[in-house]
């Protein structure tokens, strides 16, 4: 059965009617010239519409949520962040890299993927830490309604936007304000060693954002920073805040970048150059802490309010490394994973792009009970299945009305929601909605009531 919003079902009818002005208008929009050189060739036909209050009431899930998780290295392992990694499955060199510089819990600075199965949003994994790609998708927003027959369309059904620019921006001044005294900070978003030059067009997209707040964004790799009395340079510019774009992986084979990051931690703490976010963030971003939730053991700690969250945000999601303190009934579960191959995914706790997914329903008994098998000693969880209402949109090409899903990027700071933006595939190209898959679209979201 198709579940759509009224607001939605109201835009496709106008884009199906002949010569509708709305059906190519996102083949037609007016994007900033380097956005429009990363994005305008992978946008989908449409916006996106969500209820306004749903969308609220789900980034106050994903702040509860986030309080918890930070929570269980002081409630469940003495406040060692260590072991908290070693039970979510963690590879101990990584927990260690993550771990280093860690002053408790951190800031929340998150993105949540999401699916909507036409009732509700269902979290699939939290993306915290400063990483976030998608945080300049307002472009599209403002492109849209600069469009005047959708800026019409708009303003009769009462839609809006949040950009996410402003709100990270906002976080960076309050980073830098130790450092500056309220003063005006000198940013740069730092990547590992060769990122900028396989991701240039993205980071571009978001100093070009970044601009029309008011900040100069700098771009540079980790082998580029240095440090001058204490104060980190970029190529002999001082710094006062680092937006982090690399990840501790990238970093556990390269002991000069694993210097240069005790460099960056030493300034941080002695208030001279702000690092935004340390590593340690991307702990909770494991797949693992969401898998701990739905432990047993873990449960029986919660209380029945946390319980009651995590039912309602995250699907069933388990870890089936046999080492860890809380594995019970590893032959249990692992046969119930087998029985109920259709409806489970098998995901590695820290990857990005859907790489080394398995999708249930789309392999055969004996590869499932293989693939299993070979996640079975590390931190790789399943994950119950989330069908993804569909999301009719017409082709503005064909006038072809096709349904499409839609993986939801939903940010989420400290102040609750802070914008969004969607990337869709249609479902025959594939069950991993990412931009490693060329099927992948991009758009943005509008809320209304």
Known sequence: MLVINSVTRRYVDRCAEAESPLR????????????????GQVLLDRPLFADRRQTEEFAGDLRSLFTLMTSLPGRLYGGDPRAYCAAIGMDDRLAALMCRGSQGPPVLHARADAYHDGTRFHLLELNAGSELGGTDTAQQNRAWLRVPEFAAFAEEHGLGHLDTTPRVAAALRRAAEPVT?????VVALIESTGGLAAHEHVFTAVREAMAAEGI??????????????????????????ILRYF??????????????????????????????????????????SLALLHDPAVRAELTEAER????????WTRLLDEGRQ???DRAGLLARCRAEREELVLKPGVGYGGVGTVIGHETDDASWAEA???????????????R????????????RTEEWAANWGVFVDGEGYAGGFVRALRPGDGAVISFSNPGTRSSCVFTAD
């Open 216 to 241: 100069t964004l700098l771009l540079g790799e980790i082998h580029e920073l240095a440090e001058r009395n204490g104060k980190i340079t970029l190529r002999g510019t001082p710094l006062d805040v």
């Open 24 to 39: 190519n208008a996102a083949r037609k929009l007016s994007l900033p010239a380097v956005y429009a050189q990363s994005f």
């Open 388 to 399: 993804p209402a569909p999301e009719p949109v017409v082709d503005a090409a064909t006038g």
């Open 181 to 185: 005294g309220g003063g005006e900070p």
């Open 326 to 328: 809380y594995a019970g």
């Open 308 to 315: 009651a969250t995590v039912d309602r945000v995250v699907p």
């Open 372 to 386: 299993l098998e070979r996640a079975a000693g590390g931190d790789a969880v399943v994950q119950r299945r989330v």
């Open 247 to 288: 990840v501790a992986g990238e970093l556990l084979d390269d002991p000069a970048g694993q210097e240069v990051l005790d460099t960056l931690i030493r300034a941080d703490r002695e208030g001279r150059t702000a690092l935004f976010l340390p590593l340690d963030s991307g702990v909770y971003a494991s797949k693992g």
